[in-house]
């Protein structure tokens, strides 16, 4: 369901559901969230209600006639940064449509990191995000408008509207209903802190490559050790610190050993 609040936004719809959850983006590019918005498992749960966007361009809450939102840093420098009073407003409306609840939550490279546990502990019915562009926001803006600071990586970025949109994917994903099947959710990599495991499908040679005979032999029980085997043998391999935070179970440790024998001398 979406929300075009501002500028040369379309609406569908215009009620807000009790239980959906929904986010409000503070952008100069509303359009860029609107098109990502587009596709695959967000665009479903948007149509399906489960969750919503609305975006709010702060250009449409400039006072001046050229529509003014950022300007030249205090003490030089290159680049420009994004006025505080456009946002505030923007903010603002964005806040006054959920009677004042929401966090506030700064999309920036100082911000903490963020993971797919803390979404999983995530106990909100909706977020606001504001995308910065430039060098950034107005500090005062910061301290009077934003409760927390976000960032999706040690990488820099042009802004902050693809780390909302990566947010709100992984968010919405986890919402009640959003994956058909609502096993998918609770297997994925991360949920328990271990790396997927290898996948096939037909053809079953593939350039002269078989598709590992246990997984066709139907026995289940031999499947999921198989699967968590690998599991536990790539994430050893490629990500030794995400088990380091993950105690083993007897039957995982067990395969976890088999796992480097058979594959010693790989
Ligand atoms: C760190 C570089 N900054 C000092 C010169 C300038 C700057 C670069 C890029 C300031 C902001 C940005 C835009 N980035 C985001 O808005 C952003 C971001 C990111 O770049 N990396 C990871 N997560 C995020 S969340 C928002």
Same mark, same amino acid.
């Given at each position: 369901?979406?929300?075009?609040?501002t500028g040369?936004?379309?609406?569908?719809?215009?009620?807000?559901?009790?239980?959906?959850?929904?986010?409000?983006?503070?952008?100069?590019?509303p359009?860029?969230?609107?098109?990502?918005?587009?596709?695959?498992?967000?665009?479903?749960?948007?149509?399906?209600?489960?969750?919503?966007?609305?975006?709010?361009n702060?250009r449409d809450?400039?006072?001046?006639?050229?529509?003014?939102?950022?300007?030249?840093?205090?003490?030089?420098?290159?680049?420009?940064?994004?006025?505080?009073?456009?946002?505030?407003?923007?903010?603002?409306?964005?806040?006054?449509?959920?009677?004042?609840?929401?966090?506030?939550?700064?999309?920036?490279?100082?911000?903490?990191?963020?993971?797919?546990?803390?979404?999983?502990?995530?106990?909100?019915?909706?977020?606001?995000?504001?995308?910065?562009?430039?060098?950034?926001?107005?500090?005062?803006?910061?301290?009077?408008?934003?409760?927390?600071?976000?960032?999706?990586?040690?990488?820099?970025?042009?802004?902050?509207?693809?780390?909302?949109?990566?947010?709100?994917?992984?968010?919405?994903?986890?919402?009640?209903?959003?994956?058909?099947?609502?096993?998918?959710?609770?297997?994925?990599?991360?949920?328990? #802190? /271990? $790396?997927?495991?290898?996948?096939? =499908?037909?053809? @079953? !040679?593939?350039?002269? +490559?078989?598709?590992?005979?246990?997984?066709?032999?139907?026995?289940?029980?031999?499947?999921?050790?198989?699967?968590?085997?690998?599991?536990?043998?790539?994430?050893?391999?490629?990500?030794? #610190? /995400? $088990?380091?935070?993950?105690?083993? =179970?007897?039957? @995982? !440790?067990?395969?976890? +050993?088999?796992?480097?024998?058979?594959?010693?001398?790989?």
């Amino acid at each position: 369901m979406w929300y075009w609040r501002t500028g040369e936004w379309l609406s569908i719809g215009n009620l807000i559901i009790d239980d959906a959850m929904h986010f409000d983006v503070i952008t100069l590019f509303p359009a860029l969230i609107r098109d990502v918005s587009k596709y695959g498992i967000l665009s479903r749960a948007l149509d399906m209600g489960i969750c919503s966007i609305s975006c709010w361009n702060p250009r449409d809450y400039c006072t001046d006639r050229y529509r003014t939102i950022d300007d030249r840093p205090y003490g030089g420098g290159p680049g420009m940064v994004m006025m505080a009073e456009p946002l505030a407003k923007a903010i603002n409306a964005a806040r006054m449509q959920h009677e004042n609840k929401r966090k506030v939550i700064y999309l920036s490279p100082q911000g903490e990191k963020v993971t797919h546990a803390k979404f999983q502990d995530l106990d909100e019915t909706g977020l606001i995000f504001i995308c910065g562009r430039y060098e950034g926001i107005d500090e005062r803006l910061i301290r009077t408008e934003v409760d927390e600071q976000w960032s999706i990586g040690d990488y820099v970025l042009a802004g902050g509207e693809l780390p909302a949109m990566v947010i709100i994917e992984a968010i919405t994903r986890l919402q009640p209903g959003v994956l058909g099947n609502d096993l998918s959710a609770s297997q994925d990599t991360f949920s328990d #802190d /271990l $790396l997927d495991c290898p996948q096939f =499908t037909r053809p @079953e !040679q593939y350039d002269g +490559d078989r598709v590992p005979d246990v997984l066709l032999s139907g026995n289940h029980r031999e499947i999921d050790q198989w699967r968590l085997k690998q599991s536990l043998g790539r994430t050893s391999e490629k990500r030794p #610190d /995400l $088990l380091e935070s993950r105690k083993l =179970t007897q039957l @995982e !440790q067990r395969l976890l +050993d088999e796992y480097k024998q058979e594959n010693r001398d790989h």
